[in-house]
């Protein structure tokens, strides 16, 4: 593996470099997100609230590529569900109900995208209880948007310097044709087992087994880790040895993909044993990929070799306001 070729490919991939939009947005609206009762802002998976009587409100949003739609909109109406509701998993909560936006369809492609809503929507037992549609438009656009409710939290800002980092992703599926990077490990699953594995998150939530946890976007797992890190003030190594791929997929593109089940998690280093058995239980793959550090750089390493491939103090990815 020629280390800093794959960094490259990183660094240029397009799932990471839009996330550059993401701090220049927020410094547009900076002073608009906090009135009083937010306990996690933006940068984290979701937004969370306290909620009266105990606990935390969570609201997070999606939109999915247009191109996806294009490509195969029972898929990406699938994609707008799933996508909300592992950002809410991945603050140790769980998701309430989601509303959708569509606009720019013409029948056929509205139809097959609803139904992938509904689809997703059993599958999670999630209700889907509103929306908007606008059938103007040039290009299809399709979001959704989620709200849910967690007892405790898994968050960024929990991650200190010297914390174990571990990649969780479901291995048993099947990839969405050549063009495209993504994984498919729930169209196998019934709503009971899905929903199973899901509730792992909400364990480890609950019994302060992990401090944080980042389902893996379409940044991609390295890209996904990098937005991580750099929300807590964080560096890490990654042993790239340490991460398992499907034969159907060469290396960098599975660093880039979309998968329906992967989260990246953060816990104290006795923890690590019991994260890796509450997966393992489940039947998914799992395994320690790094540690954090106070360095504010990712950094890839593979047998002998090293590279940096983010330096956050230099160059942001997102460039958050503080």
Same mark, same amino acid.
């Given at each position: 593996?020629?280390?800093?070729?794959?960094?490259?490919?990183?660094?240029?991939?397009?799932?990471?470099?839009?996330?550059?939009?993401?701090?220049?947005?927020?410094?547009?609206?900076?002073?608009?997100?906090?009135?009083?009762?937010?306990?996690?802002?933006?940068?984290?998976?979701?937004?969370?609230? =306290?909620? +009266? *009587? $105990?606990?935390?409100? #969570?609201? /997070? %949003?999606?939109?999915?590529?247009?191109?996806?739609?294009?490509? &195969?909109?029972?898929?990406?109406?699938?994609?707008?569900?799933?996508?909300?509701?592992?950002?809410?998993?991945?603050?140790?909560?769980?998701?309430?109900?989601?509303?959708?936006?569509?606009?720019?369809?013409?029948?056929?492609?509205?139809?097959?995208?609803?139904?992938?809503?509904?689809?997703?929507?059993?599958?999670?037992?999630?209700?889907?209880?509103?929306?908007?549609? =606008?059938? +103007? *438009? $040039?290009?299809?656009? #399709?979001? /959704? %948007?989620?709200?849910?409710?967690?007892?405790?939290?898994?968050? &960024?800002?929990?991650?200190?310097?010297?914390?174990?980092?571990?990649?969780?992703?479901?291995?048993?599926?099947?990839?969405?044709?050549?063009?495209?990077?993504?994984?498919?490990?729930?169209?196998?699953?019934?709503?009971?087992?899905?929903?199973?594995?899901?509730?792992?998150?909400?364990?480890?939530?609950?019994?302060?087994?992990?401090?944080?946890?980042?389902?893996?976007?379409?940044?991609?797992?390295?890209?996904?880790?990098?937005?991580?890190?750099?929300?807590?003030?964080?560096?890490?190594?990654?042993?790239?040895?340490?991460?398992?791929?499907?034969?159907?997929?060469?290396?960098?593109?599975?660093?880039?993909?979309?998968?329906?089940?992967?989260?990246?998690?953060?816990?104290?280093?006795?923890?690590?044993?019991?994260?890796?058995?509450?997966?393992?239980?489940?039947?998914?793959?799992?395994?320690?990929?790094?540690?954090?550090?106070?360095?504010?750089?990712?950094?890839?390493?593979?047998?002998?070799?090293?590279?940096?491939?983010?330096?956050?103090?230099?160059?942001?990815?997102?460039?958050?306001?503080?």
């Amino acid at each position: 593996m020629n280390l800093s070729r794959l960094a490259e490919g990183l660094r240029g991939f397009a799932g990471i470099r839009r996330k550059g939009a993401v701090g220049r947005c927020l410094q547009a609206m900076e002073g608009a997100w906090d009135f009083g009762d937010v306990i996690v802002g933006p940068g984290d998976d979701a937004a969370a609230l =306290s909620a +009266e *009587g $105990g606990g935390y409100l #969570l609201l /997070a %949003a999606d939109g999915i590529l247009p191109m996806l739609v294009e490509r &195969d909109p029972v898929r990406a109406g699938r994609a707008a569900v799933l996508v909300n509701a592992n950002d809410i998993y991945a603050m140790g909560g769980r998701p309430l109900a989601l509303v959708n936006v569509l606009a720019g369809m013409d029948e056929q492609q509205m139809e097959a995208v609803c139904r992938g809503i509904r689809e997703e929507c059993r599958r999670l037992q999630v209700p889907m209880v509103g929306g908007h549609i =606008s059938p +103007e *438009g $040039g290009a299809p656009f #399709l979001a /959704a %948007a989620v709200l849910g409710k967690a007892e405790c939290l898994l968050t &960024d800002r929990r991650a200190a310097p010297g914390q174990e980092i571990l990649l969780a992703m479901d291995l048993r599926g099947e990839r969405w044709g050549k063009a495209l990077l993504n994984w498919d490990s729930h169209v196998q699953k019934d709503s009971a087992t899905l929903r199973g594995d899901l509730e792992v998150l909400c364990a480890l939530a609950a019994e302060d087994v992990c401090v944080a946890a980042k389902d893996v976007s379409n940044a991609g797992i390295l890209g996904t880790l990098a937005m991580l890190l750099e929300n807590a003030g964080l560096g890490a190594e990654v042993d790239l040895a340490c991460i398992e791929a499907p034969e159907s997929f060469d290396f960098l593109d599975w660093l880039k993909v979309f998968p329906s089940y992967g989260f990246v998690l953060v816990c104290d280093p006795t923890a690590q044993g019991e994260v890796l058995r509450r997966f393992g239980e489940r039947g998914i793959w799992v395994n320690r990929i790094g540690r954090t550090d106070e360095s504010r750089s990712l950094r890839l390493a593979w047998k002998d070799d090293e590279c940096v491939l983010f330096d956050f103090s230099r160059n942001p990815i997102l460039d958050l306001p503080r």
